[in-house]
């Protein structure tokens, strides 16, 4: 019997793909792919600034400053790398061992290869959209700065894509042996070793890039011995350092062929394996995941302890609350990520306690005030991932559970509320922690101090907000996995939203604190007048409406909820 081909094996995707972009365009209209052009955007334009002013101060640096441009490009494929790794192993979870058209696709006369290759680019889709969009304005930049030429657009796109489809099949590979290894009933729980791993990766990965000792150039012997750690590759035998030699010698023109064939050679060779791989451990690995998975969770626990501390709310708002608490730690995909979050946290502050600030000098007190003030944006794109895994899935877990919510008697402010706080709560703790941990690094004055956790806790309580008004008005009841719906449509939205609105508070924010820096640097008395008064003000109410509007938003999309 003749084999369908593979593109017929994906078509059942596609067409799911296209009636559901049919459904958002009837039900919406033009609205979200307006909303979706604007802020990706204005998204673009921003990263796209910020690196062509880094690129085009390193041009104008003879000698060094190839080498400092091909740095930052290693060191960024490379976070892309770990990125990928990490998000392959979790979404091919879902798309070989938990996707609702398994059973259809395995019990068909569909060969093996078919079924590994259709679900490799599923898999790779899922996980690398994303990071491929955020290297459209990166290579972008490199490309003008540098002069690439027409050709260099498609050049970028051969050099990407073996540079993707690896860490697809190493996460493939790594999930179908775990599934193999560990009992089929905790097939989930194995996100929480992903977790334990990735942690242990970052903090090895931190160690071999070794960022504060380029930022020291004076602990080198001679200038020789700096640039030959610039010329050292950081990775030498992995996919982004190929990627990295391919395109600054395209830009260079000098041509070499060797970094190209190295990235499509592996690529093959991974693909290859991967596929022997499968085809010996997927039946096996797939019959143990149709087991029902474990499920515990204490209820006299979290009544004793969060349930009395609540204890004075409405009994509506406290159940809520409660549910939301016990649903969050019984899905090991949930808790065990935030392993991989302690771990962020520590990394985040050795970076800021490695930078070279000269502290006791007065250039160096200008250079911590600028530290401190630009780590505010920082510190909110972090807030901003954190919610996005955490708070902009809470709607859509709700699943189609949500009917029997909306047909109840229950207020749905009730359940926004008690959603927004749980979610509100954890993350401004988290907030003050990373800037107030960061300014005593620092050692910034009062002024600074005060301004950045007022500033970050203004910022969290508009993030959250965000984060829960686009997952109600993009939400995915049917997903089969919480770790694939913050990289969905509402998503991205939702992200580059985010990043618009840390510009334009730290836009609102920069005359005041430029004013209060040069005024402490002239050895003048600090007088807070109505100009500053005006730009605080201004950075104020961008966060009480980036924090209103969306759950307002939000609240009116659930009440049109239909099933």
Known sequence: MKQPSLWHVLQPKWRTVLQRLREERSRGGPGKLVILMVVSLAFWVFVYGVLYRILKYFRGVEELGPLLA?????????????????????????SFFLAKDLDLLVSAPVDWLRVYLAKL??????SSWMVALMAVPILAAYGVVYRGGVLFAPYAVVTLVPMLVVPAVAGSAVTLLLVNIFPARRTRDLLSIVALGAAGGLIMLLRLIRPEELSHPEGFANLLEF??????????????????QAIMRYLQDVPDPLPLALLWTTAAAFVTFGAILHRGLFAPGFTKAQEAAERFVSGKFWDGTVGRALAALPAAKREFVLKDVKLFFRDTTQWSQLILLAVLIVVYLFNIKALPLHRGEPVGFFYVTLVSFLNLGLAGFVLAAIAARFIFPAVSLE???MWLLRSSPLDLRTLLWSKYWVGTVPLLALALLLTGLTNLLLQVDRFMMVMGLVTICGLTFAIAALALGFGALYPQFETENAAQIPTSFGGLVYMMTTVVLLAAVIVALRQAVYVYAQTVYEGQRVVVDAWMILWFAVAAGICAAATVIPLWMGLRRMEGFEF
């Open 227 to 244: 640039i030959a750690v610039l010329r050292t590759p950081t990775s030498p035998f992995l996919p982004s350092e190929w990627a990295t």
């Open 121 to 126: 680019l599923e898999t790779l889709l899922h």
């Open 399 to 401: 699943g189609r559970q």
């Open 70 to 94: 091909g740095k930052l490009l290693a060191l960024v494929l490379l976070t892309f790398i770990a990125i990928l790794v990490l998000s392959n192993v979790i979404t091919a979870l879902s």
